[in-house]
């Protein structure tokens, strides 16, 4: 089943769709007030973000930092990005993205 990348108005998806007609009702069942800006069907079945590109080139754990830091702060997302800025040096934007990133997975 091949991976499609569709982009809309605030979002990316990256899913396993049979066709473009399948992604696109992907987009539809959960973003119903959202259009499709571009739609891509993936060369392979796997799907890399380089960590280059997200801000982070240290070689400690960022995520574990960051959800260390989101736990000290109780969730609250302000407080965990200073800490975070606090620990690794990092500026805002970087520590933003750390620690927003880990709030989706659940930290």
């Not at 089943?1 to 990256?14: A, N, Q, S, Y």
């Not at 796997?46 to 997200?54: C, D, E, T």
Request: charged fraction near 25%.
């Amino acid at each position: 089943m091949p991976l499609f990348e569709v982009e809309t108005e605030g979002h990316i998806i990256i899913t396993w769709a049979d066709d473009e007609n399948s992604a696109q009702s992907v987009v539809t069942e959960n973003y119903p007030e959202e259009n499709v800006v571009r739609m891509s069907k993936r060369p392979r079945d796997s799907w890399v973000i380089s960590k280059g590109v997200l801000g982070i080139t240290q070689r400690t754990d960022p995520c574990g930092t960051a959800r260390d830091c989101l736990a000290k702060a109780s969730g609250d997302k302000v407080h965990a990005i200073r800490l975070y800025m606090q620990e690794t040096g990092n500026d805002l934007d970087q520590a933003r993205k750390a620690i927003e990133s880990n709030m989706v997975m659940g930290w």
